[in-house]
C-alpha cells in the first residue's frame, strides 16, 4: 500500500505539458539563431550600402500598387550618361510557397523601354533551402542572354552555382560556382571558381580561383577576397552610433597596377526622415546623396552631387520618387 500511494503521489504532482510545478505557463524556447552565413555575393555588402549610389540629371519614380501581388513601376530619366526615356516596370509575387514574412515565392519581375529593350527575372524557391533565379534580356528585338543560379542554404554554409549564356552545342558560357562556409561565429571563409568557354579566348577556356574570409561582430565588419588573377578587394565597416556608419574599400589589380580606396559614411537621422551618404576615393572624386521622405506624403526627394578636383567636372542629380 505504501507503494501505491508513493507512486500516486509522484503521478500527481507531475505538472501537465506546457505548465511549470506552480501551474504557470512555461515560458516559449527563445528562437534558434541563424548561423547561415549568407550568399558568397554579400562578403562586402554592408559596407558596400553606405556608399552613395550616384546618378547624373533627373530621374522621377512611380510605384503603384494595384492589388496584394501585384505591382507597376514607371520610370522617367533624362540624362547625359545614361539611356534616357521612359520605363514600365512590373512584379507579380504570387507567395504560393512563403518561407518567412519577408520571402514568399514566386516572384516574377520585368521592365521595358520605350525601344522594346525588355529585362525579366524569375525567382522561386522549391524547397526550403534553395533559391533558383533567371534572368533574361531582350535588345534591340534580339535576344541578348539568360542567366541562371541557384543557391543552397544550409545550416552553416551556403553553395551557388550560375550558369551565364550557357551554349552547350559550341562549348561557349560561363558558369560560377560559389561556396561560403561559417567556421567560427565571428569568422566566415568562402571560394569561388569561375570558368569561361569561348573560341575567342587563348587555349579556348579559362578559370579564375578566389578566396574569401569574413570576420564580423555586432557592429563591425571586415571582408577580404584574394583571386589568382591578381585581384584584391578588402573592406571594413564600422557603426559608430545608431545615426552613423562608416566604410573604406581597397580595389587591387596587380597585373594592371590599379589600386583605388574609397571612404564612405552614413547618416540616417531617422525622426527627420532624412538620411545622406558621402564617399571620397583615391581618384579625387567626392559624391553624396541626400535623400528627404516627405511624411505622411508617400513622396522621397533625392539630390546627388559628383565631383572631381583635377579633373575640374561636376555632375549633378535630382529625383523623386512616389509610393
Avoid at 145 to 153: E, L, P, T
Avoid at 210 to 223: E, H, K, Q, T
Wanted: proline share 6%; charged share 15%.
Amino acid at each position: 500500500m505504501g507503494n501505491v500511494h508513493a507512486s500516486e503521489a509522484t503521478t500527481s504532482a507531475t505538472p501537465p505539458p506546457g505548465e511549470s510545478a506552480g501551474g504557470a505557463p512555461l515560458a516559449p524556447p527563445p528562437p534558434q539563431e541563424d548561423s547561415n552565413p549568407g550568399s558568397f555575393d554579400d562578403l562586402h555588402k554592408k559596407c558596400k550600402d553606405v556608399f552613395p549610389m550616384f546618378f547624373e540629371g533627373y530621374k522621377f519614380l512611380c510605384n503603384k500598387g494595384l492589388s496584394q501581388h501585384f505591382q507597376v513601376s514607371h520610370t522617367l530619366t533624362l540624362s547625359n550618361s545614361m539611356p534616357s526615356g521612359y520605363r514600365f516596370g512590373s512584379t507579380y509575387v504570387h507567395a504560393s510557397r512563403v518561407i518567412s514574412q519577408a520571402e514568399a515565392y514566386p516572384i516574377l519581375l520585368g521592365d521595358i523601354d520605350m525601344s522594346g529593350n525588355l529585362q525579366a527575372h524569375i525567382l522561386d524557391a522549391p524547397t526550403q533551402n534553395t533559391r533558383c533565379k533567371m534572368i533574361a534580356q531582350i535588345q534591340q528585338g534580339k535576344w541578348q542572354g539568360c542567366q541562371m543560379s541557384a543557391d543552397y542554404k544550409g545550416s552553416d554554409f551556403t553553395g551557388s552555382l550560375t550558369l551565364a549564356n550557357p551554349d552547350l552545342i559550341n562549348g561557349q558560357g560561363v558558369a560560377v560556382l560559389q561556396y561560403l562556409q561559417r567556421a567560427t561565429k565571428n569568422l566566415d571563409l568562402g571560394s569561388e571558381l569561375v570558368y569561361q568557354a569561348s573560341p575567342q579566348l587563348p587555349g579556348g577556356h579559362i578559370a579564375a580561383l578566389s578566396l574569401s574570409a569574413r570576420y564580423s561582430g555586432p557592429d563591425f565588419c571586415a571582408a577580404s577576397t584574394i583571386s589568382n588573377s591578381g585581384s584584391l578587394h578588402a573592406s571594413y565597416w564600422q557603426k559608430c552610433s545608431e545615426d552613423l556608419q562608416v566604410g573604406t574599400e581597397i580595389e587591387t589589380n596587380l597585373k594592371m597596377q590599379e589600386t583605388v580606396g574609397s571612404v564612405g559614411y552614413q547618416v540616417d537621422l531617422r525622426r527627420a526622415n532624412l538620411m545622406f551618404r558621402g564617399a571620397v576615393d583615391s581618384n579625387w572624386n567626392v559624391k553624396g546623396v541626400l535623400e528627404k521622405r516627405l511624411d505622411p506624403v508617400p513622396i522621397t526627394l533625392s539630390l546627388c552631387g559628383l565631383l572631381n578636383h583635377p579633373k575640374g567636372s561636376f555632375q549633378m542629380g535630382a529625383g523623386v520618387i512616389m509610393g
